[in-house]
């Protein structure tokens, strides 16, 4: 607009000047404009440059791969980021096993296929994790799943020790009393008529994993604040936020809830020393840490202050809110619409638990559930709550014999093509559990094609227990009530809020049944 003012007001230069030959250009002309027009031509010719490179750059990096011929100035894509849906990004992945998009001016390579996305996650020298753009800002930049290579591995190997089959044992009988503590409200809340499950099964799994970190060393009250600020977090998960945490912004208002957690989980790892000090039986995941740490035979580092157990507390709280909550309301969701399945669980579980439902269920007993395991294997595969993940190139990166991403790329290996192949899963959007339970069928014998977990160094650390607590609170409330599912027109239609939900929240009504 501007640029255009300046223009007309060169006409209007003075008869003295405007009769030499030489002003006859426009483009010299303003030099014989005022000086505030001057400015503006010079701003002017400033941006058109910048907003020049700014496509050159792009068209440079993108080369032959699919995407837009030319990305929208400064912004990008970064409206279609802020409201994705699983049809954009099937759209993109469709595209090509490589394409490109930019937001931000953040040059972005998706990509889709199956060899790709295993190249990406598997190849540390070339790329490494970053996350969402707003990670770093919530989980703190020393965090240790910023780490990578040598000491990244060292880290996680001292974690691992969280995650071994004494250690989901006891896991799994605080997951278990915390489901029926649970399910006793639900009879309330559900009984009636059906309504979405969404937030309730969010509180349901924020309250087990809390419970399942930190014990009885934080207050009821802490679960309930952390739970209520949560979705704040949740929300800021875009790919790529607005770059200034300002006051008002998804991404501050996500900073102040990890302040809220932090608080409390620095406070159930200060309370876990005391405890395990004063001779205390581990009953938590911090417990086991703690006692882990003071066992003689460990050979990996013992310090850890409580703002840094909190921290790791904290980066598993993040890792796996929102995707356990997708994948247990998916394994609710397909359940329901597949009564013929839902009966097969219910089966399994009267052979295996011989009527006595009351009894808590134990990593034994789970162990005894093979159909059980295949329905959230498959549930998982259908509705993967993790559908990508977002790494960047460290340097220039080689990808295939006609491409290298450029460094400081920001590279997205997904995984839903990898999970939806028909070569691997017949009938790949169809819900099939059985296709796990035959070993020598295609879907186990292409274990490459599963990544729900992503693989590589990073892969899932918590797999196991995700798997045990989403199949303990399906087996669980297959037993304790009957289940219905009002159908509604977003039923199938799926949001993306960090990972993937029914639009309609998963309207369900459950009644307690009176016999198994
Ligand atoms: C259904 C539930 C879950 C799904 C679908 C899921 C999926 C994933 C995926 C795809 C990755 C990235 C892997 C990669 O970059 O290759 C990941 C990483 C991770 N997950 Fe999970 N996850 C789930 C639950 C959990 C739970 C319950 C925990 C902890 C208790 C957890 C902790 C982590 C951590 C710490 C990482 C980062 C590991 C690293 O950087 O070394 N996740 N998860």
Redesign the pocket.
């Known amino acids: 607009m501007a640029f255009f003012k300046s223009s007309s007001s060169a006409a209007a230069v003075p008869s003295s000047t405007s009769s030499s030959p030489l002003y006859s250009f426009p483009t010299l002309s303003i030099f014989n404009v005022p000086e505030s027009f001057t400015w503006l031509y010079t701003t002017g010719a400033i941006l058109f440059a910048l907003l020049a490179l700014e496509q050159t750059v792009y068209r440079v990096k993108k080369r032959h791969l699919p995407g837009d011929k030319w990305t929208i100035p400064v912004i990008g894509k970064f409206a279609d980021s802020m409201k994705p849906t699983l049809e954009g990004y099937k759209k993109q992945w469709d595209s090509g096993v490589l394409s490109a998009i930019s937001v931000f001016n953040i040059f972005i390579v998706m990509a889709s296929s199956n060899d790709y996305a295993r190249k990406i ?1 598997n190849s540390p020298t070339y790329a490494e ?1 970053c996350l969402v753009h707003s990670a770093k800002q919530i989980l703190l930049p020393d965090n240790w ?1 910023f780490l990578t290579g040598k000491t ?1 591995v060292d880290y ?1 190997r001292g974690l691992a020790n969280l995650f071994t089959r004494k250690a989901i044992g006891i896991y799994v009988s605080i997951q278990d009393t915390i489901t029926r503590k649970h399910f006793d409200r639900w009879r309330e809340e559900f009984g009636s008529a059906p309504s979405p499950i969404m937030m309730t099964a969010r509180f349901l799994n924020m309250d087990t ?1 809390l419970r399942v970190f930190c014990g009885n060393h934080i207050p009821d009250r802490a679960t309930r604040e952390i739970s209520d600020k949560y979705w704040a977090i949740t929300q800021a998960l875009e790919l790529v936020n607005f770059p200034l945490a300002l006051p008002g912004t998804k991404v501050y208002k996500a900073i102040q809830a990890r302040k809220v957690a932090m608080y409390w989980l620095e406070l159930a790892a200060h309370n876990s020393k005391i405890e395990m000090a004063n001779g205390g039986e581990p009953t938590c995941m911090l417990d086991e840490w703690v006692k882990v740490l003071s066992d003689p035979a460990y050979k990996g580092r013992r310090e850890f202050s409580d703002h840094e157990m909190a921290m790791v507390v904290f ?2 709280l993040f ?2 809110q929102d ?2 909550s ?2 247990l309301i998916y394994g609710f969701q397909h359940l329901v619409d597949h009564p013929d399945i839902l009966a097969n669980v219910r089966e399994e579980q009267a052979r295996v638990r011989k009527g006595n439902y009351e009894n808590p269920l134990t990593i034994e007993l789970m162990d005894e559930m093979p159909y059980l395991q295949a329905v959230v294997k498959e549930s ?1 595969r259908v509705k ?3 559908v990508m ?1 977002p790494y960047k190139s460290t340097k220039a990166f080689p990808i295939s014999d006609d491409y290298t991403v450029p460094a400081g790329s920001m590279l997205i290996p997904s ?1 839903y093509n990898s999970l939806h192949d028909p070569a691997v899963y017949p009938e790949p959007d169809s819900f099939q559990p059985e296709r796990w339970l035959d070993p020598k069928g295609l879907a186990h014998s292409n274990p490459k094609n599963y990544m ?12 196991e ?2 798997m045990m ?2 199949g303990l609170v399906l087996g669980i409330a297959a037993m304790m009530f009957d289940w219905e599912h009002e159908i509604t027109p977003l039923t199938e239609k799926v949001d993306v809020i960090a990972t993937l939900f029914p639009s309609d929240g998963c309207k369900m009504k459950f009644t307690p049944r009176t016999q198994a």
């Open positions: 996650l994790p799943v990244h996680r994993s980066s598993f890792a796996s995707a356990m997708s994948g998982l993967p709550p993790v993940v995984f729900v977990w992503g693989a590589g160094p990073h892969r899932c650390i918590g797999l227990y995700a607590n989403i």
